[in-house]
């Protein structure tokens, strides 16, 4: 039987393949264009805390060391008024199978397609996840293949994702490296169709329950050692997997720490232009995938994302590329642990963030990732020499994406930028209107809508009442 | 690197995906001037010359056919050369945790 493989053909049968690969009916949940039972899908598609950390503890992951950092906490304090600078632990994520904690997600994701009895499991990823679902998927026995967005036109790949591919083929994994471009999801469909496999996605309610162990595990080690919860856990912000699987265990650990998403600031560049490709000297935890994501998640490989970050962020702040390579140098100077970059982000955050706090509070970053060769800012920043980009010591503000990358000269300089996230929530309220075509929202819509900007139904009816939509 | 393979031996393939005017019509206009392409490693079906179409057995058991492009792939990404607006940071902050002391 020959399948139609035009763009548009396969892309129309997105519906049924993707219900194929998942095994999973999200129909049941969804309420409406607009509302559907998000707690629901979780506590019933997904897995419950006990038995995510009984699938990891089998799979090897977890369980990862919390390590204060003492000399970047006196760094802090040095730079802080008197009294100011909170104590920074750091979970060592680095430490899991793969080296980082994707391999949280992975291991619910594989075993639950080792469960179903799917052949394989497939995952459409440029970042440490691919690295993650191979490496689960030899410990289950399963087929793998993953799909990256590697190159440019010119055949030419940043060292980190050019590491990234390394790491997949060297757990023995199918690697598909593609040019730049939304169609990686085109390719994946494709190959889904064509192998049967489980599609890992990182947006499923399986992945995300595999982040839930985090937030738990460091709420536990904080409490048993310092004996009180972190005042603020910070959490590198991309595709919003992260900061909702953390939040969720956070919460079902009792804690009310703030959760503080943090991403590199890379305003300007587009994420699927041929010509910025390049130019980007981050290639997660940025802007382009954390703005888009938290202010229009059902833009996935999934019907409903289980990852919806602005349900839980308090905040969301940004640094810049220069700071994360700074702080990446200070963590291996300092602290003896050669980790990141691109992990780095909240700890960058976190140095800025620590100096609003007494001395007496702490504040959690929840990852690190490991370090290899092109995963490194020597790497980073020698390609982005190459690419035109200028590299400099200075001031933070003086970082241009794509144009100037300023490490900072001083530790002092740390700061972040305060993200407004009222106007994400204004921001996904409209997509969540326009998207669907809406002109009229219902009060389950209204409340849905509420429920998922973390926001009153006052606020939503504004931004409604601003659209001209009827509710 | 040999420019000819057996079969049997580990290569790395190439193929378009997408035409230039066959792409979604979600990407930027620079990205719609240029092809979706494709590389992908496997075991060779067949002896092959590098630029001539071969066939391959990929690691997830597909049968994939491509242009070659390279025999026994490897990799050359590193850790760079040493750049200099790092390489003094360490030394700062150690005399920074002194002066404290």
Redesign the interface.
Known sequence: MSRDL??DAVMARRGEIMKKALGLEYDEFILSDIAFDYEGMMERAGYSLEEVRQIQQQAGVGNTPLLELK?IT??VR?TSKKGYGARILLKDEAANPSGSFKDRRAAVSVYHAKKLGYP?VLAATSGNYGAAVASQANMANL???IVQE??D?H?IGQ?EI??KS?KC?AY????????????LF??SLILLE??G?FNASLYSPFAISGVETLGYELVEQTRSRYGKDPAYVVVTHAGGGNVTGTARGVRKAGAKSKIIGASVDLTGL?M????DFNKKSFTTGHTGFGVPFATWPDRTDVPKNAARPLRYLDRYVLVTQGEV??VT??L???EGLERGPAGNTSLAAAIALARELPEDEIVVVQETEYTG??K????????ARKNGVE???GEPKQNVPGKVIA?PE??SQLSFTEMDIDRMRTSYIRNAVTRNNVTKVTQDELEFLAEDTNSTLEFVSSVLGSLGVQF | MSNTCKQGEWVEIHYV??LAG???P???E??K??????????WALSSGTVGEPVEIR?????VVKGTLIRVNPG?T???????P??SS??Q???A??K??D
Not at chain 1, 272 to 275: E, I, L
Not at chain 1, 376 to 383: G, S, T, V
Not at chain 2, 58 to 62: D, M, V
Not at chain 2, 77 to 83: A, D, M, Q, R, T
């Open positions: 035009s763009y000399n006196q760094l040095q394989g087929g793998c293949i590697v190159f036109s055949h060292p050019i590491e390394r083929e023995g994994a199918e690697v598909i490296q593609l040019t730049v471009g939304p169609e085109y390719v064509e192998t496999y587009h699927a232009s041929d010509n390579f700074y140098e200070a291996a100077q300092v060769a092109g490194h800012p020597q790497a980073q920043l020698d390609f590299v400099i010591r490490i001083h530790f | 995906v997408l066959e792409r979604s979600d990407v930027p620079d990205t001037k240029v092809p979706l392409e494709c590389w992908v490693k496997g990929t690691p997830a058991n597909r990799y990404h590193s850790f760079g050369p040493s750049v607006e790092l940071i360490g700062e902050l150690r920074m945790l002066e404290d």
